[in-house]
């Protein structure tokens, strides 16, 4: 199926800002997708509220839009009630890991089978502009007009530390590694987390000066390596990119119906 068969036209144009970074993560997601040669009845997006959140609304697929920092709670009760579907939560970096910070890493925990995308602006973008959780130490946000004194979590190592089996990061400009990473992720049996870096022009990058939308994706370009290289060691402050855990682990819902087997034979 072409790209175009995923998306619902009639939601066109999009309320993305020109230069917003969460249409390329669309536009990967969607080339996975169909990289994997699956149908639109197999998979589930589930999101909360943001700027990231809209993509529920934008592909044809079954679809849950629900509230702020809810979606991986929504997200599990579909997928414990039917673990054949592939359940996908796109979220943003205050929808993930601000109010939905405790579902994020208990999700994790569990192992449930199912793919968060946090897309990581360092900004709320869709209400107005305020500090978010990767916002980071000395940036600039309408709730912080004189610098935010919060350090930022490290996606990658929280969700690592919780206990995600798939744990990876790109940026919306390395594309081709973005849908790669994003295909895999998708096929991996357990809790997957991709982190992607995308540029929000019209609110974090104008208080924070970092120019146009191309000047952020340049920035991607030339502060990132990928995981393990020796750029690193050399200097420390470039964003390591890729996939940092990859391991099997037992999948929740399948443990749950094991659960379930033994419960029924002890009551038979």
């Known amino acids: 199926m072409a790209i175009k068969g995923y998306i619902r036209e009639r939601f066109f144009p999009h309320i993305w800002c020109p230069g917003c970074g ?20 197999e998979i589930v997006v589930v999101s909360g509220i943001g700027c990231s959140s809209r993509i529920s609304g934008y592909v044809d697929f079954h679809t849950l839009h629900t509230l702020h920092g809810r979606a991986l709670a929504f997200a599990t009760g579909v997928k ?6 592939n359940v996908i939560v796109p979220m943003g970096d205050g929808d993930a890991l601000a109010i939905g910070g405790n579902h994020f890493i ?41 610098t ?47 982190e992607v870096l995308s540029q929000c022009p019209t609110y974090f990058g104008r208080k924070n000066r970092k120019g146009t939308a191309a000047d952020m994706m340049e920035y991607y370009k030339n502060n990132t390596t990928p ?17 940092f855990v990859e391991k099997e682990m037992p999948e929740y819902c399948k443990e749950y119906d094991k659960i379930i087997e033994r419960a029924m034979k002890e009551s038979s």
């Open 80 to 85: 414990m009630s039917l673990p054949e579907l």
């Open 148 to 194: 935010n004194i919060d350090n930022a979590f490290d996606t990658v190592e929280l969700a690592t530390a919780a206990g995600a089996s798939f744990v990876a990061r790109s940026t919306t400009y390395h594309v081709q590694q973005l849908t790669k990473i994003l295909k895999q992720a998708i096929l991996h049996e357990g809790f997957s987390v991709v």
């Open 106 to 146: 208990h999700s994790a925990r569990r192992n449930i089978d199912m793919t968060a995308i946090v897309m990581n602006n360092r900004i709320y973008g869709m209400t107005g502009g305020q500090y978010s959780p990767l916002s980071g130490y000395g940036t600039l946000a309408t709730t912080a007009p004189y």
């Open 22 to 41: 969460h249409g390329i993560v669309l536009n990967s997601l969607l080339r996975a997708i169909d990289k994997l040669g699956m149908s639109k009845n």
């Open 227 to 243: 995981v393990g290289s020796t750029a690193k060691k050399e200097n420390p402050d470039l964003i390591e990119r890729g996939v």
